[in-house]
Nanobody
Framework: QVELVESGGGLVQAGGSLRLSCSAS????????MGWFRQAPGEQREFVAA????????YYGDSVKGRFTMSRDSADNRVYLQLNSLKPEDTAVYYC?????????????????WGQGTQVTVSS
């Protein structure tokens, strides 16, 4: 079992940057494939990025590719999401999630553990 806590959200102007953090307690984050998702009001939860438990490069959703960067700090048991060149359409609650599987990382159903979310608001 793992508990996830996100932080780092806030209000930022378009073109700005934020760094989201997700801390994992319990089993180490290296045990899991870690993902970031986001959900805007009235919308379905959308895949943002994932990093596999077995290593390798992060994988990104098309809407954030080239602007967002996901990383893992094994020593600190955290994953991060660097958000650059933010747009108003990036406004959403951002969730960190953990999966014991390495398959279908873009699907919410693949993740057994979720944080409470952190709000990101981008003003135009």
């Amino acid at each position: 079992q793992v508990e996830l806590v996100e932080s780092g959200g806030g209000l930022v102007q378009a073109g700005g940057s934020l760094r989201l953090s997700c801390s994992a307690s319990g089993r180490t984050a290296d045990t899991y494939t870690m993902g970031w998702f986001r959900q805007a009001p009235g919308e379905q939860r959308e895949f943002v990025a994932a990093i596999w438990r077995i290593g390798g490069r992060p994988y990104y959703g098309d809407s954030v590719k080239g602007r967002f960067t996901m990383s893992r700090d094994s020593a600190d048991n955290r994953v991060y999401l660097q958000l650059n060149s933010l747009k108003p359409e990036d406004t959403a609650v951002y969730y960190c999630a953990a999966s014991l599987s390495s398959d279908r990382v873009i699907a919410t159903a693949s993740y057994a553990y979720w944080g409470q979310g952190t709000q990101v608001t981008v003003s135009s």
